[in-house]
């Protein structure tokens, strides 16, 4: 599958911006996060603004942006259409969330449900986002199991490592909340078990279909291969659907997700909270930049390692 | 708008008879022309007369080279929507943009209500939609609803532009909810079958399997093009045998 920017940057940008706002509901509410209620507040908002980001971004790929109000309508059926109308949901909590700990001097404790509710919101936002590409039956490679956790886990991860940057920007480095460290590592540890378990599971899997059933002859044609394509540069199809460049560089690439994604976020961590200084929280900030282009190489994979079985017709044998 | 409806009144639809299909292209191009010059924006052509020439086509015809273990067979192809009866395409519209008609099962899009996804066209494993670069909006093979149903056109018009078109009669229209009705009725004679299956999305286009050949017929006795020069003597005699050599 062609890996659109709008796309990589909407579901990396709004997952790691979810991530933030489960962590800082539960772990505020939770008293764990050793912030001013007035900074959680305005750390929510940093982490609206990047889910924000993520939507707009994916408004990009429409188009025609200007219907895009029309894509709340279909909820009863469309993977896409509920992520719309949950990704706006998610605000209202949210919204009312950080207004109350920004606005509020003593906030009462009953502020600390809708940092739960944002959560949980959130929780089901980053699954709605997943189901656009599990539910695809064409995409053997999103329409498993692992869709849906490693979204969540990478999310989570990506969120858990901006919380930590908050945490460290919002103490100064000095008293760094050891929960928001623990949370974060393990989330990462999480997220990439799920991310290889997903990658080898692919490896794996047997095609279904074949280029001999796709034209209607799975047991009469032995093998069968395009002679003439239909057209003689690349159509929509071919260039939205075929994408072929990044199988090539596809392991080096997992490695760069590797490093990037995971082992740079844990060892920038885990010294940035041990020297506890200034330099600490510039490790840390770096720690969560790192996980975030970790995100981003990792959803670039995610689409363009994908094969789509309309490839059968024009590239590959089998799907 | 987007949900499938329960059943359908009827399954219009395509059977195409991949045993005299000559891959002329002949369909594609009335469809291209049929439909860029109906109700509807023309089917985008980006650079036509360029290097990289690119557009919107409802039907492509592929060629394939198929080994079926007994000597092999070329295989024109041509593809486009099969309106499966489990459209995988209309329920993932976010918009309510794409949608399957009560009354005949046809598959299509509201361009009005298209915002340009893309995801309809993920969703098909038969290549079926392709997004127009012209319009912005999804474009798919309609059946010809502004042939089939208008009566401004002559009875014979009436049948989708590429059925109309095609040389070698090899594409045929009609009900196939309808078990007695002419395309069914060729379908079980010929044993005609539905593309990838496996996919559950319960096309309702028929393709009609090339026949295979009579052995008699492709492999019918070379005659041996020798003429008798037994009676031949002196120059001729010696010509023969020079140039038989």
Request: one cysteine or more.
């Amino acid at each position: 599958m062609h890996p659109a920017v709008s796309i990589v940057l909407f579901t990396s940008l709004s997952g790691a911006g979810y991530g933030a706002l489960i962590w800082l509901g539960l772990l505020h509410g939770l008293g764990l996060l050793n912030l001013p209620p007035v900074l959680v507040g305005v750390f929510a908002v940093v982490a609206m603004v990047l889910v924000g980001m993520g939507l707009v971004s994916s408004t990009f790929h429409l188009r025609h942006p200007e219907r895009a109000w029309r894509a709340l309508s279909q909820w009863r059926s469309s993977w896409l259409s509920r992520e719309g109308v949950m990704a706006l949901i998610t605000y209202v909590p949210a919204v009312l969330f950080a207004g109350a700990l920004i606005s509020i001097d003593e906030p009462p404790a009953y502020i600390l449900i809708l940092g739960y509710v944002t959560a949980a919101c959130a929780v089901v936002t980053i699954i709605c986002t997943a189901m656009i590409y599990r539910s695809l039956w064409t995409v053997p490679q999103w329409h498993n199991s692992w869709t849906v956790p490693c979204f969540l886990a990478i999310g989570l991860a990506g969120g858990a490592l901006i919380v930590c940057a908050f945490v460290a920007v919002g103490t100064g480095g000095s008293d760094f909340a050891p929960a928001a460290g623990f949370v974060a590592l393990a989330a990462l540890v999480v997220a990439v078990l799920v991310k290889l378990g997903a990658w080898r599971a692919c490896a794996r899997a047997k095609p279904e279909s074949t280029l001999a059933s796709a034209i209607g002859m799975p047991r009469r044609a032995k093998s069968a291969r395009l002679l003439e394509s239909p057209n003689s540069s690349q159509n929509y199809l071919q260039k939205e659907m075929a994408f072929r460049i990044a199988r090539k560089h596809a392991l080096k690439l997992r490695r760069v997700t590797l490093v990037l994604g995971f082992v740079m976020p844990v060892l920038l961590l885990i010294i940035g909270v041990l020297l506890a200084s200034w330099f600490g929280t510039f490790l840390i900030l770096l720690a969560a930049g790192s996980g975030l282009a970790g995100t981003l190489v990792e959803r670039w994979l995610f689409f363009a390692e994908a094969t789509h079985k309309v490839s059968l017709y024009y590239v590959t044998e089998a799907v | 708008m987007t949900m499938l409806p329960a059943s359908t009144e009827k399954k219009l639809g395509l059977v195409i008879d991949l045993d005299i299909c000559v891959g002329c292209h002949a369909c594609a191009v009335a469809c291209k022309s049929w439909n860029s010059t109906g109700t509807a924006a023309p089917l985008s052509d980006i650079t036509p007369y360029g290097a990289e020439a690119t557009g919107t086509w409802l039907n492509r015809i592929h060629s394939f080279e198929v080994d079926d273990g007994e000597g092999g067979f070329t295989l024109h192809f041509p593809r486009s929507c099969l309106h499966c009866d489990d459209a995988p395409c209309v329920p993932v519209c976010p918009t309510g943009a794409s949608y399957k008609r009560e009354k005949d099962g046809i598959v299509l899009v509201d361009e009005d209500l298209c915002i340009g996804c893309g995801l309809c066209a993920w969703s098909c494993p038969y290549g079926a939609r392709e997004l127009d670069d012209g319009t912005g909006t999804m474009k798919k093979c309609t059946l010809c609803v502004d042939r089939i149903d208008n009566d401004d056109l002559e009875e014979i018009d009436r049948v989708p532009a590429c059925v109309r078109t095609c040389p070698t009669s090899a594409r045929h229209f009609g009900d196939l909810g309808d078990p007695n009705s002419e395309v069914s009725l060729l379908v079980a004679a010929r044993d005609g079958v539905a593309l990838m299956p496996e996919s559950g999305a319960k096309p309702v286009n028929r393709y009609l399997p090339p026949r295979s050949r009579h052995p008699e017929r492709s492999s019918a006795p070379v005659r041996t093009p020798v003429e008798d020069t037994s009676g031949a003597s002196g120059f001729l005699a010696w010509l023969d045998r020079a140039l038989s050599d």
